[in-house]
T-cell receptor, first 113, second 113 residues
């Protein structure tokens, strides 16, 4: 079963705009990670936020984590056409090993040039 | 460092056959995880190996098995293939100890006819 659920399922924006994706999960976690996948290919790790952190930045990415609401958001600023991809949040529930990731169904982002 | 490699990239099999997929992790990584990705179920964790031992296992039938060799390379095997096994099989490697980020290979696209 899916631990995480991303919202929205699909998002279409113009190049230069910001894109915000949300993720909700069900159980207590150790860490939450975001990954990107270009059409039918392997996943690329974007950022990891630990359960005791509230916000993290990496380049044009900003991730927030609210463990009380069991939710996270990924913000991509000044989007580019190359950001077009599916984005997944992944959690490692405390009851499982930290290398056993549970993925949401993903948000499909389209950035229009 | 070279990335995670998976072979073969594409595979077509018939129902009832068996298949073996191979994964070579990033040099120095001792943890290898396998995931199945389908349009209906999304990304699902199969199992994780660390230093030749299965450390975590997902909720898949016994037809799915794996192993890891002393050089950290891993194989997964699916016996008695079913149509529903058609999927993208992704392998990911990680240090297995001090970092939870996973590095994914390009995947093996398995089609069962």
């Amino acid at each position: 079963s899916q631990q995480g659920e991303e919202d929205p399922q699909a998002l279409s924006i113009q190049e230069g705009e910001n894109a915000t994706m949300n993720c909700s999960y069900k159980t207590s976690i150790n860490n939450l990670q975001w990954y990107r996948q270009n059409s039918g290919r392997g996943l690329v790790h974007l950022i990891l936020i630990r359960s005791n952190e509230r916000e993290k930045h990496s380049g044009r990415l900003r991730v927030t984590l609210d463990t009380s609401k069991k939710s996270s958001s990924l913000l991509i600023t000044a989007s580019r056409a190359a950001d077009t991809a599916s984005y997944f949040c992944a959690t490692d529930p405390r009851w499982a090993g930290s290398y056993q990731l549970t993925f949401g169904k993903g948000t499909k982002l389209s950035v229009i040039p | 460092k070279a990335g995670v490699t998976q072979t073969p990239r594409y595979l077509i099999k018939t129902r009832g056959q068996q298949v073996t997929l191979s994964c070579s992790p990033i040099s120095g990584h001792r943890s290898v995880s396998w995931y199945q990705q389908t349009p209906g179920q999304g990304l699902q964790f199969l199992f994780e190996y660390f230093s030749e031992t299965q450390r975590n296992k997902g909720n898949f039938p016994g037809r799915f098995s794996g192993r890891q060799f002393s050089n950290s390379r891993s194989e997964m095997n699916v016996s008695t293939l079913e149509l529903g096994d058609s999927a993208l099989y992704l392998c990911a490697s990680s240090s297995g100890t001090d970092s939870y980020e996973q590095y994914f290979g390009p995947g093996t696209r398995l089609t069962v006819t």
